[in-house]
Antibody, heavy 117, light 113 residues
Framework: EVQLVDSGGGLVQPGGSLRLSCAAS????????MNWVRQARGKGLEWISY??????YYADSVKGRFTISRDNAKNSLYLQMNSLRDEDTAVYYC????????????WGQGTLVTVSS | DIVMTQSPDSLAVSLGERATINCKSS????????????LAWYQQKPGQPPKLLIY???TRESGVPDRFSGSGSGTDFTLTISSLQAEDVAVYYC?????????FGQGTKLEIK
């Protein structure tokens, strides 16, 4: 069974840093591209980052502040978030891309990041 | 970036009736080399992550009831629930995966009338 478990969220002050993790199981992690998607409270979904074996992409809203990475040996996806702003407050989901197309077929349960002084 | 616009923002439908949600992209998401529309639909219930319903604009994900169907091509797409059930109350999102930067519609909240 495919499972994605998000962790690492919490309360951080503006300008601070946080590292999110996503632990994957039930599939060959190294063979799949992965994404981070976030959702502010009561708002819609916002795609923020993608990683394959060789490529990374970022939404303009986080480019230069966030870094996506993966450790295939640990079956884990990461999101290093620096220079955090109030508007980064959201639930962050990791999501797997299907092997046959770039739609997101499995999602983690999400981890809440709150940026506040 | 490709902008996705859904309509309506909210919708109330009686149980057993048809629900229709529209999604329009600011540019075509039809890839001419394979004739596939790079468009997906997701369902999100309160307190849960999104769930994939439809991909390639009209292909139902495994396990999704056949009352859910997707249609459209190019820039205009529709998600239809043929006979609304109580468990279909949720927010529905379209998403394009044509570009390198993926984008979602703003969501449509579906309720029971």
């Amino acid at each position: 069974e495919v499972q994605l478990v998000d962790s690492g969220g919490g309360l951080v002050q503006p300008g601070g840093s946080l590292r999110l993790s996503c632990a994957a199981s039930g599939f060959t992690f190294s063979s799949y591209s992965m994404n981070w998607v976030r959702q502010a409270r009561g708002k819609g979904l916002e795609w923020i980052s993608y990683i394959s074996s060789a490529t990374v992409y970022y939404a303009d809203s986080v480019k230069g502040r966030f870094t996506i990475s993966r450790d295939n040996a640990k079956n884990s996806l990461y999101l290093q978030m620096n220079s955090l702003r109030d508007e980064d407050t959201a639930v962050y989901y990791c999501a797997r891309e299907s092997g046959s197309g770039s739609y997101l077929d499995y999602w983690g349960q999400g981890t809440l990041v709150t940026v506040s002084s | 970036d490709i902008v996705m616009t859904q309509s309506p923002d909210s919708l109330a439908v009686s149980l057993g009736e048809r629900a229709t949600i529209n999604c329009k992209s600011s540019q075509s998401v039809l890839y001419s080399s394979n004739n596939k529309n790079y468009l997906a639909w997701y369902q999100q219930k309160p307190g849960q992550p999104p769930k994939l319903l439809i991909y390639w604009a009209s292909t139902r994900e495994s396990g999704v009831p056949d009352r859910f169907s997707g249609s459209g091509s190019g820039t205009d797409f529709t998600l239809t629930i043929s006979s609304l059930q109580a468990e279909d109350v949720a927010v529905y999102y379209c998403q394009q995966y044509y570009g390198t930067l993926y984008t979602f519609g703003q969501g449509t909240k579906l309720e029971i009338k």
